[in-house]
């Protein structure tokens, strides 16, 4: 398992939850998108944004480094995949018109990356980067979940969670003008997807190892047995910053 390659995962991603539609649709009106227009989702995944997206009429480029998870994605006519990466998205400058992130943003290289998204961008166009938080200590399984974490995985941290990215998205001047906004929404899982939700995570897989892993994945199954379904509390949180003219 390496840090970042979700190949293994793949399979599982589909287990992700998607985002609040009341909130995408006041991001959507932030960046001034509208039906038609061409916009990119960066760090695309299997396309669970990306999705939310293609179906309120945009047309969706969506870049993911990692074929596996390319490959997971449901073929739509509005989108078209890309091999690329934050550093290196493939597209062509200022040929998008708003550019998202998805609970992806934690895995770019900012001073690669910041310059890169500015180039695609279209004059004035906006870049968003949102995270669904899990509210683990409003869900007694998930604080029992994090119990187990802690005692096999003591080193684990999700790292993106409380980080400044207001002041991230702005450095060294690409990006300005940046808002943010949240939304809290449950999201009710199977016992099955719930169990997928922990091994879908890399960074979790990476920095258990093989064997903890097993232990903690057997936990969370024991811990879930007697569980029809989970209802699981998330705070989306997102920050939407425009292209600087340079």
């Not at 999705?51 to 309120?56: P, W, Y």
């Not at 091999?83 to 290196?88: K, N, V, Y």
């Not at 934690?106 to 949102?130: F, K, M, N, S």
């Amino acid at each position: 398992m390496a840090l970042g390659d979700f190949a293994p995962q793949a399979h599982t991603y589909a287990a992700r939850p998607g985002y609040p539609d009341e909130l995408v649709d006041r991001l959507v009106a932030r960046a001034g998108v509208t039906k038609g227009d061409r916009v990119a989702d960066l760090g695309a995944g299997t396309g669970i944004f990306t999705m939310q997206l293609a179906a309120r009429g945009l047309l969706v480029d969506a870049v993911d480094p990692s074929p596996a998870m390319r490959a997971q994605a449901t073929p739509h006519p509005a989108v078209r995949w890309h091999a690329g990466t934050f550093e290196a998205t493939g597209l062509e400058t200022a040929s998008v018109r708003w550019v998202t992130a998805a609970q992806a943003f934690h895995w770019a290289d900012r001073p690669q990356a910041l310059p890169e998204l500015h180039r695609i961008l279209a004059p004035g166009g906006w870049l968003t980067c949102l995270w669904n938080d899990r509210r683990d200590q409003d869900c007694a399984l998930l604080a029992a979940v994090m119990d187990a974490i802690r005692r096999e995985a003591p080193d684990f941290d999700e790292r993106y969670r409380d980080h400044a990215w207001a002041s991230a998205m702005l450095e060294d001047g690409w990006f300005d003008d940046l808002s943010a906004d949240e939304q809290r929404h449950v999201v009710v899982m199977s016992r099955d997807r719930f169990r997928s939700l922990w091994r879908s995570h890399n960074h979790l897989a990476e920095t258990a190892g093989p064997g903890r892993l097993t232990r903690l994945l057997a936990a969370i199954d024991e811990l879930t047995a007697d569980v029809d379904e989970v209802a699981v509390p998330y705070l989306t949180r997102a920050w939407t910053a425009r292209a600087a003219r340079r």
